[in-house]
């Protein structure tokens, strides 16, 4: 009998010592204390925070890998997927759904062990009804449980580092705001007697989700430690009746992190308009104001005078002609008529494009006839009109006695 040899010295390990419990334990779904696991993810992310704020991208880069190895993240991730998301019965090309506790304790292992090289997997398409229109339906693309599990874990160490740097007036799906909360910003700007930014564009990005750029959106995330798993959601395809199709532009609206993805690319856009901040973070007296929920957007700006009129030059902006992620706004209304109409449209807008010599970019400034009621200006000739914002008797009408009506914001 071969007997094994003692350790001599205390950092010696016998070779049958096992750490942390067997590896075959079983791993009950049930018994999983969610208050810590919780808690444990919070403040991961907000350490992420603080990093991001205080510049500090190393320590940002070190704290979100900790955050994608983090079981408790995991835990956090299949849950979310598993039992709070409402398409959690909806299932990807693959057909599985995940239901029972069992089959979500075997989910965390195959998430979090990952034994196997990532690969994304194509998502299927899916439309649903819009809203506001009987006709017009909504393209949405499902990936597989195991790519949203995933997802939810990228979205965890990835949105910490955002929220630190996203625009102050972005509403649209952040942690913590809401559409009441851009209701609320635009009234602070127009509220009183004579506010001075009376004129406002109200627009809204056509397709916004269908056509982000992924160079650009690659280019913002930078060295992000999970970069590569977002460059293969980009580029998984489309399964539409049976066929697999190639995704060029555009995230897939349904997935955990595309909202995300969407915040991202559209980072920047105030510092496009022009809206300048003081110190305090207050926009400037001269400034405009960009409220900006998800892919709509209201932009408030000052009447021009008669001198900075003569400067301004009229400019076509073409429906889809560039990828959202490149300096061009687009469209202001998803179906709405292009600016050369001749005012008969209901989305019918009048569009001037000024060259700003000392900031030195391009703003878009549109200013929409149903507002106001009055048909939009001709400028065929290419004069330049001196149409203003409507006073307030405008407003009037006889069921509230010459008083101004109630409207529903933007």
């Known amino acids: 009998m071969i007997e094994a040899p003692e350790p001599k010295d205390k950092l010696d390990a016998a070779a049958n010592v096992v750490a942390n419990g067997p590896e075959d334990a079983p791993f009950d779904w049930r018994q999983v204390d969610w208050r810590r696991a919780e808690d444990d993810v919070r403040r991961l992310r907000q350490r992420i925070f603080t990093a991001s704020k205080a510049g500090d991208l190393a320590r940002v880069r070190n704290l979100q890998r900790l955050m994608l190895r983090s079981r408790a993240n995991t835990l956090v991730s299949v849950r979310r997927v598993t039992e709070r998301n409402a398409g959690r019965l909806t299932a990807g090309v693959d057909g599985e759904v995940v239901l029972t506790p069992q089959a979500k304790a075997r989910l965390v292992d195959r998430v979090h062990r990952m034994a196997e090289p990532f690969k994304a997997l194509p998502v299927r398409r899916v439309y649903i009804p819009k809203r506001a229109s009987g006709t017009k339906r909504r393209p949405l693309g499902i990936p597989v449980i195991v790519d949203r599990c995933h997802q939810a874990r990228v979205v965890s160490a990835l949105e910490p580092e955002w929220e630190a740097r996203f625009e102050p007036k972005s509403y649209g799906f952040r942690p913590g705001r809401g559409c009441h909360d851009a209701i609320v910003a635009i009234r602070e700007v127009v509220k009183g007697k004579s506010p001075k930014r009376q004129w406002a564009l109200d627009a809204d990005l056509a397709s916004a ?46 997935g955990v992190v595309s909202p995300l993805l969407l915040n991202i690319a559209l980072h920047g856009m105030e510092q496009a308009a022009g809206v300048r901040y003081d110190p ?25 005078d008669r001198a900075e009129m003569k400067g301004l030059r009229r400019g076509s902006v073409a429906a889809g002609s560039r990828r959202w992620g490149q300096p061009d706004l687009g469209d202001a209304r998803e179906g709405g008529s292009s600016p050369d109409n001749d005012g008969t449209g ?41 149409a203003r914002p409507p006073s307030r008797s405008r407003w009037a009408t006889p069921k509230t006695g010459g008083k101004s009506p109630v409207r529903r914001p933007w």
């Open 209 to 254: 989700f269908d056509k982000l750029a992924h160079d650009h959106i690659l280019r913002m995330l930078g060295t992000f430690p999970a970069r590569g798993m977002v460059a293969q959601w980009l580029k998984a395809g489309v399964v539409e009746q049976g066929r697999l199709h190639r995704t060029e532009d555009g995230v897939p609206q349904g």
């Open 346 to 386: 209901r989305y019918c807008q009048t569009a001037w494009v000024r060259q700003s010599r000392r900031e030195g970019v391009t703003r878009v400034n549109q200013w929409q006839s149903s507002v106001s009621g009055v048909p939009a200006p001709n400028l065929a000739d290419g004069s330049v009109s001196s």
């Open 280 to 304: 305090k973070g207050w926009a400037r007296a001269n400034s405009p104001v960009l409220v900006r929920y998800a892919d709509d957007l209201v932009r408030h700006e000052a009447p021009y």
